[in-house]
C-alpha cells in the first residue's frame, strides 16, 4: 500500500519510522536461489537489472523480499531519474529490503512487522547492492528532523523524500501490512 499523507511528524509507541527512498518498488522471488524481480504491478524485471538478481541469489533459503530499487547519486542519495535512466546509463544500484513476506513456503504476513523485519535481517546478503532498510520505533517526530538535515544539501524532491511511518503490529486478522500507513 501506498503511503498516505499526515499534518505533521508524530511519535507513537506502536509505529515504526523508516526511509522513503526515491526509487520504485520491487519484490524478489528467491526460489531454490533463482530470483525473479517484478514491480508492484507484477511486471518481471529479473532482465533489467540483471546485478540485483544475481545479488539476491545468495539470500538464505527461499524467499519472497519487498523492497525498494533506487539509484544512488554522487551526492549519496537516491534519484528517480537517476534510476529512470539507468536501462541506458550506468548507474549505482541499491536495493532496499524492508520486509519478509515468505520464507521457506510460511507466509509471515500475519507477524508483527519488527518479527519480519529481524528475520530479514537474518536470510540477506551482505553484498553492495542489497541494504537492509533500518527503522526506528516511536520517534517519527526525531526521524523526520534527521531526515531534512540529512537531506540539506539536495532538494527534498531529490534523495530520501520523506521518513515513512506503520503500525509495528497487524490488526488482529490482517494477511497484509500497509506498507507506509503515513507520511511525514
Known sequence: MLATLADAPFDDPGWIFEDKFDGFRMVAEIRRGKVALYSRNGKVLS????????????VKGDAV????LV??????????????????????????????????????????L?????????????????AFSSHRK??????????????????WRRGRTARTGQEAEPPTGSRSRPRSGRKS
Open 71 to 112: 539509484a544512488i547519486g554522487k551526492d549519496g542519495v537516491s534519484h528517480f531519474q537517476l534510476l529512470q535512466n539507468a536501462l541506458r546509463h550506468e548507474a549505482k544500484l541499491l536495493y532496499c529490503a524492508f520486509d519478509l513476506m515468505f520464507a521457506e513456503g510460511e507466509d509471515l504476513r500475519t507477524l508483527p
Open 65 to 68: 523480499i519487498d523492497g525498494e
Open 114 to 130: 519488527l518479527e519480519r523485519k529481524k528475520r530479514l535481517k537474518q536470510v540477506l546478503p551482505r553484498h553492495k547492492l542489497i
Open 47 to 58: 532482465r533489467s537489472y540483471i546485478e540485483v538478481a544475481e545479488a539476491l541469489e545468495d
Open 138 to 155: 516511536g520517534s517519527g517526530k526525531k526521524f523526520f528532523t534527521e531526515a531534512e538535515r540529512k537531506v540539506s544539501k539536495a532538494s
